[in-house]
């Protein structure tokens, strides 16, 4: 299983960016999907997931600014109002079976 992630970038304080990753190879049974960061200095965190049930979860400091979706074997992350304070590598992640993958990460700035 492969994590593709894309859609990272530069961009403005108050500007929005949208996260995508999609996962490849013997798919069988995905648990769920998640966004991870790590900022410089900083340990990786949880920025959002979705189950297969939909339900989903959001770190406190992203809640009403960032949302998550998946289709089939994508997950999106639609990140609005960025500030500086957002500027990581995100980090895609899957949930099949009892393994864990995760994405290359890609890398969003945004700038003051």
């Known amino acids: 299983v492969q994590l593709q992630a894309s859609g990272g970038g530069l961009v403005q304080a108050g500007g929005s960016l949208r996260l995508s990753c999609a996962a490849s190879?013997?798919?069988?049974?995905?648990?769920?999907m998640g966004w991870y960061r790590q900022a410089p200095g900083k340990q990786r965190e949880l920025v959002a997931r979705?189950?297969?049930?939909?339900s989903t979860n959001y770190a406190d400091s992203v809640k009403g600014r960032f949302t998550i979706s998946r289709e089939n074997a994508k997950v999106y992350l639609q990140m609005n109002s960025l500030n500086p304070e957002d500027t990581a590598v995100y980090y895609c992640q899957l949930l099949h079976g009892r393994n864990v993958y995760w994405g290359q990460g890609t890398l969003v700035t945004v700038s003051s």
């Open positions: 979705i189950v297969n049930s939909g």
């Open positions: 190879g013997r798919i069988l049974s995905i648990a769920g």
